[in-house]
């Protein structure tokens, strides 16, 4: 009986330990920009009892973007040699870093932009604030749509014959 690609990869160790850094990382950078946690002067967690769901959607989006990464990582690595198969992994590489945070953080180059045209940018940054929810529940949504995409590709799955020890990959 095979399981998911999901669940296969996390079977391996080396890619649950790819995942933990990922996580740690992903979500200490979210946490920090969302003013949960500071570093000086002394390092802090601070929870206001109005921003428990946004700490909520805060921890969905870590966990979901270090399980899409993992998991597209794995399978790339999977495909490697094949030619043009490689879009679903990829893809969903791509989906777990743009969906993985809110935008009014991490891209650079809408603030270098709106930096370069000055009041824009505080313009900007208030839009993309005021919808940080919605944004958040967006994102959420997509990195949830490419884990059935991976889990539905069967590049990762593993299955097991019933009669035999070997383990060979589905295609």
């Known amino acids: 009986m095979s399981t998911s690609p999901v669940v296969d990869t996390f079977r391996d160790a080396k890619y649950a330990l790819l995942a933990t850094p990922i996580i740690i990382g992903y979500g200490v950078t979210l946490l920090f ?18 921003e428990i769901g946004n700490l909520a959607l805060d921890i969905v989006l870590t966990i979901l973007t270090g399980l899409v990464l993992t998991v597209s990582i794995r399978q790339l690595v999977l495909q490697r040699g094949r030619r043009g198969t490689s879009k679903v992994g990829a893809v969903g590489i791509i989906a777990a870093i743009l969906a993985g945070a809110c935008p009014c953080y991490y891209l650079v180059p809408l603030l270098a ?58 295609l």
């Open 33 to 50: 920009f969302d003013q949960f946690l500071f570093f000086s002067p002394y390092f802090i967690f601070y929870l206001p009892s109005s």
């Open 113 to 170: 932009v709106a930096g370069a045209v000055g009041a824009a940018l505080g313009d900007v940054g208030i839009l993309l604030n005021a919808f940080q929810v919605p944004i958040k529940v967006a994102a959420i949504l997509l990195l949830l749509f490419s884990t059935y995409k991976l889990n539905k590709s069967g590049i990762c799955k593993v299955s097991t014959p019933v009669r035999g020890v070997s383990q060979t990959l589905s």
